[in-house]
């Protein structure tokens, strides 16, 4: 895992998330206004974890 395991899993996690979104999104699976506050939702969590 390493020094910075944690942090890299963390990114990657949510980096696999917004790829996911995105996709939906392209797919015209989900709406625009549904992408947007999924979107927020996703960068509020990381803002929240990365300041714990």
Do not use: C, H, Q, W
């Not at 990657?12 to 992408?35: C, H, R």
């Amino acid at each position: 895992m390493g020094l910075f395991g944690k942090k890299e899993d963390r990114r990657e996690k949510i980096k696999s998330n917004v790829e996911k979104l995105m996709s939906a999104y392209d797919k015209e699976e989900i709406d625009g206004p549904t992408y947007m506050k999924k979107m927020m939702e996703l960068s509020s969590k990381y803002k929240d974890k990365k300041k714990k």
